[in-house]
Every structure is written in structure tokens, then in C-alpha cells.
């Protein structure tokens, strides 16, 4: 039957276009319907989830659908009317449909994966406390280097797909991938390295921490090439991630940024060491009820340490609550000790030595 209307309609003046155009419609109708029903029933679905991401992935698909649609719905078209067309003896319109169907396949996987990737930093890395903008940048990269991959991919497909022999261009590209690696090796490492960072979170913006070669400060941007620390100088120091990522870093604010303090000092050997004892906590406890410095919930804890050549050393034990202002606490720790040791009359003693003179018997006489 469908038959005997094509050739009806192929016998019409100007039949075979109108027969293309016919078919055109019917299939482009049949496939409109089909598509609509579908994207219904699956929005329907994806309403009552919890989370917008398979809303956007939904979302996302619709522009490569209606793509594949025409495109399908122009091939059969073409296919059923002109049966046997051809570009040359190899190549005929189903050959030049593959490759247009390989891009478009790559089209909608780049897209797919793109959403997700925006999905991802927008729902998950921007609420985080721990972000950088390292993390940002790297999503980026990663959404360019899987762009590239999925269109270099397609391509090979293609020409693959048009009987062209890729082996030779294959290892073209491996010899030029090998050299680009080779001139941007540092580079490389320190995007790496990066990686590393941001993945394992040694540390964040706005750490205090101390490399073991040195540098203090405050992390201020962690990048792809290198992390900017300031100093309490209020400068700049500029590491790459490579130097980072092979150092041993003390985080001050890590697991919190309270920090515990140890003193010590010495008192004279005639001295009460209860009393001492008594002395210095409670010294400690009234600067620390009187200052904003200091972990109040935290009960100073005082030791009788050791016997000293010239002095009874004690060491004692208090909250700060951030690095930065260790230096000020600890002063206002010292100096109100020190003024209560002078009022309790304890003697905080310097090394002495005590030498004695013998004369020998020979020279006595």
C-alpha cells in the first residue's frame, strides 16, 4: 500500500520532491509526537525527586534530541526517495548520516557531562567550607580536556567511519603529545600537584600554616601553578604546588584553631612546690577569666616537672584560641606570674656555680 502511494506521488510533476517533502512530514510528525510524550512523562518523573539534576540533564538533552530527530527524519526521507544517491563509489548518504550521528552523539555526551560538572560546582564545591578557587579552575580544565577528548574521539570515528587510515595520524599525535609534555613537564607537575592539594586538603584559604622549609602565613589562593601565602610581614610568598605538595605543613587551624600553650619556669630549691603549684594556676586562671585571648572551658593544668641543677622547673598547660595571638597571650600569661611571684616572695633563681679552691699539701708547707 505505502508502496503504491510512493509511486503515485513519484509519477506527479515534480514527484520526487513532493514524495521527499511527504516524507519529510510524516516522519518529522510521527517523531515530534513520540519526543513530546516521552519528555513528558520523564519531567513527570523527575519532579519528584529530591535534587535539580536530573531536571537540568533532562533539560539538557532536549536541543540534541530534536537534532537527532531532523536528522534522522532528513535521512529517511532522503533514503526512501532517493535510494540509491551517492557521493562517489564509496561513499553514499547512509556513510555521511554515521558520521553525522557520531558528532551529534558526542554533541549530547559533552553537554551531559558538562551539566553535571556545573551541577557539581555549583551544588557541592561552592557550599563547601573547604573550597578554593583552585577547585573552580579545575573543573574547568577538566570540562575543556573532556570536551577535547570526546571531539578528538568522534573525529577518529569519523574517519574511520570514511575508510581514511588514522594508525599514521595516531602516532603523530603521540610523538607531539610526548614533546608538549616534555616543554610544560613543570608545568604539569605543578597542575598535578594542585590536584593533589585540592584532593586531599592538607589545607584552605585562609590556613595558617607553617612549611617545613620556613614560610608562615595565612593561604590566601591556591591555583593551579602555585599557592600565594601571606606572611605576618604582609608579603607575598609565591610557592609552586610541587614544593607544597612534597613539604611538611603544620596547619594552625586544623583540626580548630584553638592551639594549647606549655610555659615553664623555674623557682628556687627552698620554695614550696604546692604553694608554687597553687600560684601559678591560679594566676594563669584570673588572666584568663579577664582576657578575650584565651579557651576559658579549658582548666590550666600545672606540673612539677623536674629538679634542676639550680632550680625546681615546673611547666604549666593553658588554651589560646587562635595562633595569632599566641605571642600576646603568652605575654599576658608571663608578666602576671612574674608580678605574682614577687608578691608571694618566690625566687626565680639564675645558674650558679659554686667552685672550691684546694691547695696541695706541697705548697701548704
Known amino acids: 500500500m505505502l508502496d503504491q502511494i510512493a509511486l503515485f506521488i513519484s509519477s506527479l510533476l515534480g514527484g520526487k520532491i513532493i514524495l521527499l517533502l511527504v516524507f519529510f512530514a510524516f516522519f518529522g510528525i510521527m517523531f515530534y509526537i513520540v519526543y513530546k ?9 523527575v519532579e519528584k525527586t529530591n535534587t535539580d539534576l536530573d531536571d537540568k540533564l533532562l533539560e539538557c538533552m532536549r536541543d540534541p534530541i530534536r537534532l537527532f530527530i531532523l536528522s534522522l527524519t532528513i535521512f529517511l526521507a532522503i533514503n526512501l526517495t532517493y535510494p540509491d544517491f551517492k557521493i562517489n563509489e564509496k561513499i553514499g548518504f547512509s556513510e555521511i548520516y554515521s558520521i553525522i550521528l557520531i558528532f551529534l552523539c558526542a554533541f549530547a555526551l559533552n553537554r551531559f557531562i558538562s551539566n553535571i560538572l556545573e551541577w557539581y560546582k555549583k551544588e557541592i564545591i561552592s557550599k563547601t567550607d573547604t573550597r578554593t578557587k583552585f577547585d573552580e579552575e579545575m573543573i574547568s580544565v577538566i570540562q575543556k580536556v573532556l570536551r577535547f577528548g570526546i571531539y578528538g574521539l568522534a573525529l577518529m570515528m569519523a574517519l574511520c567511519n570514511l575508510g581514511i587510515e588514522i594508525t599514521p595520524l595516531l602516532a603523530g599525535l603521540g610523538i607531539a603529545s610526548l614533546a608538549v609534555a616534555l616543554a610544560l613537564q613543570d608545568s604539569l607537575g605543578n597542575f598535578i600537584a594542585g590536584i593533589n592539594i585540592s584532593v586531599d586538603r592538607p589545607l584552605k584559604k585562609d590556613d595558617l600554616i607553617r612549611t617545613d622549609f620556613g614560610i608562615e602565613g595565612i593561604v590566601q589562593e591556591i591555583g593551579w601553578r602555585s599557592t600565594k601565602i601571606l606572611t605576618f610581614q ?30 615553664n619556669i623555674g623557682v628556687s630549691h627552698n620554695s614550696d612546690v604546692n604553694h608554687v603549684s597553687d600560684v601559678i594556676k591560679n594566676t594563669i586562671k584570673k588572666t584568663i577569666a579577664k582576657s578575650n585571648n584565651f579557651v576559658k572551658d579549658f582548666e590550666p593544668i600545672v606540673f612539677f616537672d623536674s629538679f634542676g641543677d639550680f632550680s625546681l622547673n615546673f611547666k604549666y598547660v593553658y588554651k589560646i584560641k587562635k595562633y595569632t595571638i599566641h605571642l600576646a597571650a603568652t605575654n599576658e600569661i608571663n608578666r602576671a606570674i612574674f608580678y605574682e611571684f614577687k608578691k608571694e616572695n618566690i625566687i626565680v633563681p639564675f645558674p650558679t656555680r659554686l667552685v672550691h679552691l684546694h691547695q696541695r699539701e706541697t705548697e701548704k708547707k
Not at 510524550?37 to 518523573?45: A, N
Not at 594552625?252 to 584553631?257: E, I
Open 234 to 263: 604582609n608579603n607575598y610568598v609565591i610557592i609552586p604546588n610541587t614544593k607544597l605538595a612534597q613539604s611538611i605543613i603544620t596547619n594552625y587551624y586544623r583540626p580548630d584553631k584553638t592551639i594549647t600553650q606549655i610555659g
Open 37 to 45: 510524550i516521552i519528555f513528558y512523562l520523564l519531567k513527570k518523573i
